[in-house]
C-alpha cells in the first residue's frame, strides 16, 4: 500500500514495526581501517569502515556523526545467514595510493562466492556511495539475497530517529529523519522491499537471523533506536551501488540521492581519484621511511581528511568515539572535537610536507576560536562551541608556536599574528607555571611536558613581538620564559626517586601545586597526585615521586635542554624501567606509570577505569629525541609502520600483554581507543622530515639559542623572582631582581627595613600580559622585603603585608618552598 501527501509516495507495507523505542543506542568500534572523504570542500559527508564494512558517516561537518554503521547480509532463504561482521573474510585495499577510495574483497568462509565492495563519497555532493559486486557458484547465486542493513545515529545520537519507505521516481528507498537531518537510503537497482524496524525487536537483522528469510516489511519505525533494511535480488543485479544520502530536511536529502545515482559509478569513482592525485605528495619524506612510503601517504590523506569543509583550518582529533560499542548517545564528543594541542600537530605536520597554506588556514581558524582573554576551550566544536572547560597551558602555547613557525616561513600572506599572540602570551603569563591540567588533561601542576611548550612559545612571541617594534613587551616575556626555565628542574624533579634505585634524581610526570598556589587540591595529602581511571579497589593516589612519563622529551624536542643532558639520560633509564614495552613490531611505551586510561586487564573496553596500555606516539616521541642524540631511528620508524592497521590507521593505544584472542586483543595490535589518532600521524610524518633532514623538524632556533647551550656561554643570567597575588613567592636570592606582576596598573608601596622607611613605585605597563614593578636588591643585601599593593584605577589595597626573604642563594620559591623537596 502507498500513501500519497502531496509530496511523496509513503508505502505502507505491513505498517509500523514493533518494540519501540528499541534496545539503547550504541556507537560501534572505534579501530578504524579508513576515513576518508572527496578532496573537494563542496563534498560535505565524511565515512568511516572497519572489520570491512562501512561505519560512522559524518555530516555536514567533520564533528557530527549521523550514523552508526552499515553492512550486508546474505541468505539463500533455506540453508545459511550470513553476516559480513561475523562470518567473512575480508581483505582491505586503496582503490589507488594516492586516494582514499576504499576496496574490501569478502569471501564466505565457505568460499561459496566472494563480494567486492568499493567505498568513495560524491566528489561534490553529500553521498556516500558503495559499489558492490558479487561472484560465485551460479546455483548460489541464482538464489542468493543481499540485504543493506543501515542503523541511522542523526543529529548525534541513536534514540529519537525516525523511519519510512518511500517511493521516489519508481525505484523503493527509505528516508529518515530526526530533528532537521534527513538521510536517504537506496540503491541504483532499487530495492525489491524495505522494512524500517526498533532495534533488538523489529529490525532486519532480527528477522533474518530467525526466520533466514525477510518477513517482515514494515513501513515505518517511528522515535527510537531503529535499523533500515533494504532487499536486494543477486540473481538479477550482480553489481549495485548503495547511495546514502544526507540533507537538510528530506527533499536535499532525496534529491541528492537520486542526482548522484544518476551518474555512473565509474564516473565517480574516476572523479573522485583525481581530486585526490592533484594533492601534492611528500614524496621526498618517502625516502626515510621504510615501507616505500606507504604510511607516509595515508597519513598525509587522513591528516588532511581530518579538517573540515565548512570551517575551513579546523582540525578534529580523530573521526572516532573511543570504546564506542559501549558508548551511548551520552557520550556526545568521542575524539570529533578540536584540541588546540592535537591540531597543531595536525599543521605542523603539514608543515613538514611543504603545506603552508594548510597550516595557515589551521592557525586563521585557531585565532578566530580564542577567548577574550587569550586562551582556549580545553577541547570544542568545530563551531568554537567549548566542549570541557579546563585550563591547559600547552594548548595555548602551541598556536603561538606555530603562529612563529609561519612567521618564519614566510606564510602569513597578510594576516597579523601580533594581536593574537599578544593575547595568548597574556594569558600564558597570567597562569604559568602552573596549569590546571597537563598534556595528559588529568591533573594539576608543574609539568615538564607543559613547561617546554610555554617556554618555548614565550620566547617565540618575544622573538615576534621585538620584530614587531615592541621591545620592552619582547624583553618581558623573555623574562618570564627565562624565570621558569630557571626553576624548571627544581619545580618538575624528585630527588629522592623510588622507580629506579640507581637513580634517585630524575623528572616526575607532574609536581602537584601546594597550597596557596594555583588549582591546590586540599582534598589530597600535600604532594600527592589523585590518578583517575583506577580500576576499583586499586590504589588512587600516589606520591608525585612515584609517577614518571617521557613528557620531559619535550624539553630536548624544541631546544630547552640539550640531548645529552645527564638529568634527561637518567630520567629515560627511569621511563624505559617502568613504562618500555617491547612487541613484536618494536618498542612502544606507556603514557604514565599507573595509568587507568585503556582496555582493561581482561581485555574488556575502557569504562572509566582500566589500564593505560603503550601509546605508538610514544614511539615517535623517543625516536625524535634519539635523533636529537645522534642516533639511528631505523627501527623507531619501522615500528610505527607496523603498528599501523591494514588500511594505515595509527591507534591511540596498542594492547601491551600476551595475546587475548577471546577479546581480539593481540600484542602490538590495536586495542580498543581512538583509531586513528591523528596526532600519531603527524609525529609520523614529522619524523620522516626530520629523518630526511637530518634534524628534529619540531626544534626551534630562537629556544635553542637560548638555553641548549652550556651556562657559562648563555648571554644572560636569570637572577629574577616573579611575584603575582595568585601565585605568591617567599624567598629570593641576593643580587636579584622581585618582579612584582598583575593584570591591571597598581602601585607597590615597600620596605626593606621593617618600615623603618617607606618606598613606593608605580607599575610599569606591557599590554595584555599586565603590568609590573621591579625591586633590585644587592649583593650583600639581607633581611626581607615587605610590601603591600594598591590599585588606583579601582581605588582598593590588597588588605594585608607580603613578605619575600633574601637569602644568600637562590632557594626553592613559593608556597612550595616551605615543604621537603619530593
Known amino acids: 500500500m502507498s500513501v500519497f501527501d502531496g509530496t511523496y509516495h509513503w508505502l505502507d507495507d505491513d505498517g509500523p514495526a514493533f518494540g519501540r523505542p528499541g534496545l539503547e543506542p550504541r556507537w560501534t568500534s572505534s579501530q578504524k581501517d579508513a576515513v576518508s572523504t572527496a578532496y573537494a570542500a563542496s563534498s560535505r559527508i565524511w565515512f568511516t569502515a572497519s572489520h570491512g564494512t562501512l561505519n560512522e558517516i559524518y555530516y555536514p561537518t567533520i564533528d557530527r556523526p549521523q550514523t552508526r554503521d552499515m553492512e550486508l547480509l546474505f541468505t539463500d532463504e533455506e540453508t545459511f545467514f550470513h553476516e559480513e561482521k561475523r562470518d567473512f573474510e575480508y581483505d582491505f585495499h586503496y582503490v589507488d595510493d594516492d586516494a582514499l577510495a576504499v576496496r574490501v574483497v569478502a569471501s564466505d568462509i565457505g568460499g561459496r562466492y566472494k563480494v567486492t565492495k568499493e567505498f568513495i563519497t560524491d566528489p561534490h555532493h553529500p553521498v556516500v556511495l558503495m559499489n558492490v559486486k558479487i561472484e560465485g557458484d ?37 528516508l529518515a529523519w530526526k530533528n532537521n537531518v534527513s538521510l536517504a537510503f537506496g540503491a541504483s537497482c532499487g530495492f525489491t522491499r524495505t522494512s524500517s524496524g526498533f532495534v533488538g525487536a523489529s529490525d532486519g537483522y532480527q528477522d533474518l537471523s530467525t526466520h533466514m528469510h525477510m518477513a517482515w516489511q514494515f513501513g515505518q519505525a517511528l522515535d527510537g533506536n531503529i535499523a533500515m533494511m533494504g532487499e536486494i535480488e543477486v540473481a538479477t543485479h550482480r553489481e549495485f551501488t548503495i547511495a546514502i544520502a544526507l540533507g537538510d530536511g528530506h527533499h536535499s536529502a532525496l534529491a541528492g540521492m537520486m542526482q548522484t545515482l544518476a551518474t555512473p559509478y565509474d564516473a565517480h569513482l574516476k572523479r573522485f581519484i583525481q581530486q585526490w592525485q592533484r594533492v601534492e605528495s611528500p614524496e621526498r619524506l618517502a625516502k626515510a621511511s621504510t615501507d616505500g612510503g606507504k604510511l607516509l601517504r595515508v597519513s598525509h590523506n587522513v591528516i588532511l581528511t581530518h579538517e573540515d569543509k565548512t570551517y575551513s583550518g579546523a582540525f578534529i582529533a580523530s573521526a572516532s568515539i573511543p ?59 568545530i563551531d568554537g562551541t567549548p566542549y570541557w572547560q579546563g585550563i591547559q597551558l600547552d594548548e595555548v602555547a602551541f598556536p603561538i608556536i606555530l603562529a612563529w613557525r609561519l612567521w618564519k616561513a614566510d606564510g602569513l600572506g597578510n594576516f597579523d599574528i601580533f594581536p593574537f599572540v599578544v593575547n595568548a602570551s597574556a594569558f600564558l603569563v597570567r597562569y ?48 618570564y620564559a627565562d624565570w621558569i626555565e630557571a626553576h624548571l628542574d627544581e619545580w618538575t624533579t624528585t630527588n629522592r626517586g623510588m622507580l629506579l634505585p640507581d637513580v634517585p634524581y630524575h623528572y616526575m610526570r607532574i609536581r602537584p601545586p601546594a597550597e596557596g598556589e594555583p588549582f591546590h587540591n586540599p582534598q589530597i595529602p600535600p604532594g600527592t597526585v589523585h590518578l583517575n581511571n583506577r580500576e576499583p579497589g586499586e590504589r588512587f593516589d600516589f606520591e608525585a615521586r612515584e609517577v614518571i612519563d617521557a613528557g620531559f622529551l619535550e624539553l630536548v624536542r624544541y631546544g630547552v635542554r640539550r640531548a645529552d643532558d645527564p638529568l634527561i639520560i637518567d630520567s629515560l633509564k627511569v621511563v624505559d624501567s617502568v613504562l618500555k614495552i617491547d612487541t613484536p613490531y618494536g618498542a612502544c611505551w606507556r603514557r604514565y606509570n599507573h595509568d587507568g586510561y585503556g582496555q582493561r586487564k581482561d581485555g574488556g573496553p575502557y569504562l572509566g577505569s582500566g589500564q593505560g596500555r603503550a601509546w605508538p606516539i610514544l614511539t615517535g616521541e623517543r625516536a625524535h629525541y634519539e635523533l636529537a642524540a645522534g642516533k639511528d631511528v631505523t627501527s623507531f620508524v619501522t615500528a610505527l609502520e607496523k603498528f599501523s592497521s591494514i588500511g594505515g590507521m595509527l591507534p591511540e ?148 603585608n607580603c613578605e619575600v626573604y633574601i637569602n644568600e642563594e637562590l632557594l626553592p620559591q613559593g608556597p612550595a618552598a616551605m615543604k621537603p623537596k619530593s
Open 323 to 381: 570504546w564506542g560499542a559501549s558508548k551511548s548517545d551520552a557520550d556526545l564528543g568521542g575524539y570529533h572535537l578540536v584540541w588546540t594541542r592535537d591540531m597543531v600537530q595536525s599543521a605542523t605536520a603539514m608543515l613538514a610536507c611543504g603545506r603552508v597554506d594548510t597550516a595557515l588556514r589551521a592557525l586563521v581558524y585557531l585565532a578566530c576560536t580564542q577567548h577574550t582573554d587569550g586562551g582556549f576551550a580545553q577541547n570544542f566544536w
Open 432 to 479: 604559568a607555571p602552573v596549569t590546571q591540567q597537563e598534556r595528559w588533561e588529568e591533573n594539576a601542576g608543574y609539568s615538564p611536558s607543559t613547561l617546554a611548550a610555554v617556554i618555548s612559545a614565550l620566547v617565540c612571541a618575544a622573538d615576534i613581538a621585538i620584530a614587531h617594534g615592541s621591545r620592552e613587551l619582547g624583553t618581558f616575556l623573555e623574562d
Open 653 to 800: 593505544q596498542v594492547w601491551d600483554y600476551a595475546d587475548l584472542p577471546s577479546e581480539g586483543m593481540y600484542l602490538g595490535r590495536s586495542a580498543g581507543s581512538a583509531q586513528p589518532l591523528v596526532w600519531a600521524h603527524a609525529e609520523y610524518v614529522k619524523l620522516l622530515r626530520s629523518v630526511a633532514d637530518g634534524k628534529v623538524f619540531d626544534r626551534i632556533s630562537v629556544v635553542e639559542e637560548r638555553y641548549a647551550v652550556p651556562k657559562e656561554k648563555r648571554t644572560f643570567q636569570s637572577r629574577m623572582e616573579i611575584f603575582q597575588t595568585g601565585r605568591p613567592i617567599s624567598a629570593m636570592c641576593q643580587g636579584g631582581t622581585l618582579r612584582i606582576l598583575d593584570a591591571q596598573r597598581f602601585r607597590v608601596v615597600y620596605t626593606t627595613d621593617n618600615w623603618e622607611t617607606k618606598n613606593s613605585i608605580e607599575s610599569r605597563v606591557v599590554g595584555r600580559p599586565g603590568s609590573f614593578v621591579d625591586i633590585q636588591t644587592a649583593h650583600d643585601q639581607t633581611g626581607s622585603i615587605i610590601f603591600t599593593l594598591y590599585w588606583p584605577e579601582s581605588d582598593h589595597w590588597l588588605g594585608r
Open 138 to 174: 551460479e546455483a548460489i547465486l541464482s538464489r542468493l539475497k543481499c540485504y543493506a542493513l543501515l542503523a541511522p545515529h542523526l543529529d548525534g545520537g541513536g534514540a529519537g530517529n525516525s523511519a519510512r519507505s518511500v517511493d521516489i521516481a519508481g525505484k523503493r528507498c527509505i
